[in-house]
């Protein structure tokens, strides 16, 4: 019991440790750049929607899991439930190693190891909360989609159901349930963005020779059809 | 697992309770029976519970009541995974609405369509399917059977027999021998033997450093060979002996009573001896009379047997064309196969078979390797489509992230099979 006792105090002094410098050191420039490690699931700005993640205004002092519109992981909304809301310390100790702050969280990142990464990310994304008020809003940052892809590829609607058949071949890797140890996750994802990232699999602008070789046999209805089926896929 | 009749004798008692179960049957619902709870079984009973959602009657029949994985065995052996990370139940097959019976299946009856079983009963079905993995081809290594695999195990099924390994090479003696002798194609999992001879050097780097491992193998040449040697040269320099065919790696005998290899007309003491006998289909693929020699020929469409269209053989007991006989294989067919099966007892759809296949190895700590291909059904066999190897030279970043990558399918197959 005092070995756990001290443990736990160690790890909630680490905490305090690095908020208080959290506060002192980040570089809301150098922030943008470490920023686009997270453009690829996570918009913030004016605009800014939901994708992969949820978009990133006004995260300062928001309840864990509570944006209105996005399917959060059972985990985090747990995590808000039990009272984690997101300061510079949280964020900190979550974007550090998001898994350890939220074991069962969709958010496939390792995290970011530089304590200065950190600071700089978190002074970065704080301009887009009103907290401190006096902070003013930022030119519109959302990072638009990249792609080249044909407007009828992403018009084309998917078929549930032959999609859940298909993806019986995505799931002896991906877990339906969104874990995701070592191999993203890939549920609950807008459509576009999963039709976008299948077709740079298939057309081998993304590396990855799994994924290139099983995007690559897929025709386009075929990666509707997943599309359409992980898009509602809730976590069991 | 050859049938051993004192296990039969020792457990029919305790057996009797739960045969009552498989007996009463929903009214008029048609009936899948599944024979062996792995990779290839464990898929198969799972999807077609949950995709008929209670229209299908399916009951699996396996001995065990854990699923030790022969995948991740291997790393077990080298430090890097507890045996307990291994063992999985079936509770989550029972809740998703799979009769499971623990006993061995003991014969099947074509004609009447059922399966009879250790314990005494039987199970009638409308479709049968078969995934019982492997068993060793008698008198393949000269000196070894069965009863030999005490003194010199297989650890090629996991559980026991990969403890028994494990043992053994902890006991090795400082600079002793651990011997190998590897089997010849077809066999589960090609790059088995060799990422067994990785973790294995990696065990004794760091316990027993001037300990040597000398692979007896039948083959000239062996899965992604050219990954596995650069990574022996540039992890456990000068540890490992590999003979191949070339000089001498097939001519082997053993004796297991002075613990001795002879290799090519050379004899050797060994400390260890991790003998892989040439290996078969499951005994109960050839009671059921539809293996063809040693393995049971299938349609590439649905993997029913060529013997018969109401019985399907998944995964290693297989014959099926180009893919290897993997877990994943197993999975991959084992999900055809439920597709076929529920389309053809329900008249659900039924969608074009595609079958995928990725094997990882681990090398050394952090240092993982693949390679994979894709599939397609032709009225011949399974025939392969494209594929991809891990490259010799690739950065320590990339071959840590294949190693987590690995991690995270072990994750993602495990609950695919058992729920
Ligand atoms: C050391 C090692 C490492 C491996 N590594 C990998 C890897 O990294 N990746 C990978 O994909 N594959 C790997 N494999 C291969 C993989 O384990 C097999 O290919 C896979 O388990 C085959 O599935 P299966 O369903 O055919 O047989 P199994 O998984 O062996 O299942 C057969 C089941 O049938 C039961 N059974 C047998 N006879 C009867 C009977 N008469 N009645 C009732 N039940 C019965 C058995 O108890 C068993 O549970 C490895 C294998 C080994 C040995």
Known sequence: MRLILQRMLAVVGLIVATASTADEFGDPKAGKKVYRKCSGCHQVGEGARHRVGPHLNGIFGRKAASHEGFKYSKAMVRAGDNGLEWHADTLDSFVENPRALTSGTRMSFPGLRKQKDRLDLIAYLRQFSDDPANIPEADPTASPVDHDLDPAILALEGDPEYGEYLSSECKTCHQSSGGDDGIPSIILWPEEDFVIAMHAYKNKKRPHPVMQMMA???NEEEIAALAAYFATLDNE | ????????????????????????????????????????????????????????????????????????SNLYLGGFKQMEDLGHSYGGLAAGGVNVVHDWAVGVDRAAKSVSLAGGGSVPYDKLILSPGIDFVEGAVEGWDLSAQNAMPHAYKAGSQTELLKAQLMAMPEGGTFAMVAPPNPYRCPPGPYERVSMVAHFLKANNPTAKIIVADPKPKFSKMGLFQEGWADHYEGMVDWIGEDFGGGNVSVDPGAMTVTIDGEVTKVDVANVIPAMKAGRIAELAGVTDGNWAPVNAADMSTKADADVYVLGDASSQGDMPKSGFSANSQAKVCANAVRGALTGSKIFPAKFSNTCWSLIATNDGVKVGATYEATPEKIAKVDGFISQTGESADLRKATYEESEGWYSGITSDMLG
């Open chain 2, 1 to 72: 697992m050859t049938f051993n009749r004192r296990a039969f004798i020792g457990t029919s008692a305790a057996l009797a309770a739960t045969l009552a179960a498989p007996m009463v049957r929903g009214q008029g619902k048609p009936r899948v029976v599944v024979i062996g709870g792995g990779a290839g079984g464990a898929t198969a009973a799972r999807y077609i519970a949950k995709d008929s959602k209670g229209a299908i009657d399916v009951t699996l029949i396996e001995p065990t009541r854990r699923y030790y994985t022969c995948f991740f």
């Open chain 1, 216 to 218: 690559g046999r897929l």
